[in-house]
């Protein structure tokens, strides 16, 4: 039985979809004017890794994670770049898609773009006015009205009358309250615009959201997710505007994961602390960074650090060590851990006690592969399995432990210099034997003796 922490709530809830098996998803995406940094791609891995287990379990998943392609940033950087907004934003949107194959992220069932859907905000914008709940002050833009919304605050706990302290209008905003926010952006000279009931301009980002969410998965829909420093005013004013313009619910449980932090303070483009996730896989393995992001809680903070992707990658390896030299075979045996792992991932996606779990199975195969090496495999094989659910240990054993080989050894010297140790061990020529694990020790290479032969990987 699959329990999730709602934000909404602040509480663990039993998980169920809306409607029969049928659950739709909905995560905040990118804001494409630069290169994805890491902590972009922690909200990634973690609703990929809700992904895999949702369709694990049974479920028949939809899962939407949009784009915003239009925004101040963009349009900034473009002014910067001396390019077209509609440029930049395609180069990096193909960045990020780079990215995500990279770190194993399997795509979005849709990821609408805000551009495309410009009408629709036009729509719930006009549907708010008609309401109450939004006014257009004459000026091109149009804002919401959030103290007529009698449940603003219920997602992060914020209350209106502490808001309002120390809040302010800007001189050239024509606001009836300094809470509310803008829903559509009057035209400024050289900006991108759209024609709209209230004159030309370009939307507002909450509203990007609502609307986005509601065409692809209905005016109400079962998981809500993004990073936590979404959860206001980003989520809350979404809320606002979506059922204040269907009079629904708008989602039922909301997911919010945790930062990358630097130093103890969030990574963020705003903060220039950042680290790019093509910076840091120029440094590490792609499944080592992955590892790092599934192994800690998705609602925890991360801190960054040399140290912790060592631990990663020191991780990665007893795994493949242990797949090493067996057979890929169908996995057989080892209910328990299935069932261990399952029940881990059914609290509220605890990855870190599902890691430990693949601790265990992994000292179950070393203990039996001189033993039993057919039951080893078949455990093997589990292992494979249930690291495929966290996107992990699909790899070759030997690709992974020998990466990054390519340029500081060559792997054909490599191979006839253990070829030439294991004939002079057949010989009895110790003192070669030792010279040349001396040889290969010195060119960075790790010997590794057991039943199945010799295998050998880099040195950390």
Request: proline fraction near 3%; hydrophobic fraction near 35%.
């Amino acid at each position: 039985m699959l329990t999730i922490y709602n934000t909404l709530s602040k509480t663990k809830e039993v998980f169920k979809p809306l409607e029969g098996n049928k659950v739709r998803m909905y995560v905040c995406g990118m804001t494409v004017y630069d290169f994805c940094h890491l902590g972009h791609g922690r909200s990634m891995v973690a609703f990929d890794l809700v992904t895999r287990w949702l369709r694990y379990s049974g479920y028949d998943l939809t899962y939407v994670r949009n784009i915003t392609d239009i925004d101040d940033k963009i349009i900034n950087r473009a002014n910067e770049n001396g390019e077209s907004f509609d440029a930049l934003t395609a180069r990096m949107i193909d960045a990020m898609h780079e990215d995500e194959r990279r770190l194993n992220i399997l795509p979005p069932d849709q990821e609408p773009r805000a551009t495309d859907h410009i009408a629709g905000m036009h729509a719930m914008i006009q549907t708010l006015i008609d309401k109450g709940y939004a006014y257009a002050p004459g000026n091109g833009d149009v804002y919401y009205r959030v103290g007529k919304f009698v449940g603003y605050g219920k997602l992060s706990r914020k209350k209106i009358e502490d808001l309002r302290i120390g809040a302010r209008i800007e001189v050239d905003e024509a606001k009836q309250d300094p809470l509310d926010f803008v829903l559509w952006k009057g035209v400024k000279p050289g900006e991108p615009s759209w024609e709209s009931p209230w004159g030309p301009g370009r939307p507002g980002w909450h509203i990007e959201c609502s609307v986005m969410s509601t065409c692809c998965l209905g005016e109400s829909f079962d998981i809500h997710g993004g990073g936590n420093d979404l959860e206001f005013p980003h989520h809350e004013n979404e809320i606002a505007q979506s059922e204040a313009a269907t009079g629904k619910q708008y989602a039922n449980s909301w997911m919010h994961c945790g930062m990358i932090r630097i130093n103890g303070e969030k990574m963020s483009k705003s903060l220039n602390n950042f680290f790019t996730i093509r910076d840091v896989l120029d440094k590490y393995h792609p499944e080592v960074v992955r590892y790092l992001l599934v192994s800690s809680h998705y609602r925890s903070s991360i801190n960054y650090s040399e140290d912790s992707l060592r631990e990663s990658k020191g991780a990665l390896e007893r795994f493949y060590h242990a797949l090493r030299g067996l057979p890929r075979v169908a996995a057989k045996g080892g209910e328990e851990y299935v069932e261990r792992f399952t029940a881990a991932m059914n609290d509220d996606f605890g990855t870190p006690e599902a890691c430990a779990v693949l601790f265990d199975l992994v000292r179950e195969i070393n203990r039996l592969r001189e033993s039993d090496p057919q039951a080893a495999a078949g455990l093997a094989g589990r292992l494979r399995e249930l690291g495929d659910l966290l996107g992990v240990l699909q790899l070759d054993a030997d690709d992974f432990l020998r990466a990054g080989a390519e340029g500081k050894v060559d792997a054909a010297e490599v191979e006839a210099l253990i070829q030439a140790r294991l004939q002079a061990r057949a010989d009895k020529n110790w003192a070669e034997s030792d010279r040349i694990r001396d040889q290969l020790t010195a060119m960075g290479v790790v010997l590794e003796d057991g039943k199945g032969g010799t295998t050998w990987r880099l040195a950390d």
